[in-house]
């Protein structure tokens, strides 16, 4: 099993930035993907970025060149710089872990993120 914590949300302007942060702990496997997804009230969950232990990257479209995902594979910490935010970001941000090889994705309880105009 593995436990995830997310931390770092919080009230911000637009145009504002915020830092996410998420460790991982318990059965840890090296080769994996960990990422940020992120849920509007009303809306599905959806991907926002995706970085393998290799250090490959994933972004959707519409954080491309305004937010950063990173991670510390020796802390098992993913990280998630966020910048030119906007109120439409606003939404309840999860990490993800996930073994490569399986289908089972393990979720934090999600750390909110609010932008104001």
């Known amino acids: 099993q593995v436990q995830l914590v997310e931390s770092g949300g919080g009230l911000v302007q637009a145009g504002g930035s915020l830092r996410l942060s998420c460790v991982a702990s318990?059965?840890?496997?090296?080769?994996?993907?960990m990422g940020w997804y992120r849920q509007a009230p009303g809306k599905q969950r959806e991907m926002v970025a995706t970085?393998?232990?290799?250090?490959?990257?994933d972004y959707v479209d519409f954080v491309k060149g305004r937010f950063t995902i990173s991670r510390d594979n020796a802390k098992n910490t993913v990280y998630l710089q966020m910048s030119s935010l906007k109120p439409e970001d606003t939404a309840l941000y999860y990490c993800?872990?996930?073994?490569?090889?399986?289908?089972?994705?393990?979720w934090g309880q999600g750390t909110q993120v609010t932008v104001s105009s």
């Open positions: 993800n872990y996930k073994r490569f090889g399986s289908p089972i994705s393990n």
């Open positions: 318990g059965m840890i496997f090296r080769v994996n993907t």
């Open positions: 970085i393998t232990s290799g250090g490959d990257i």
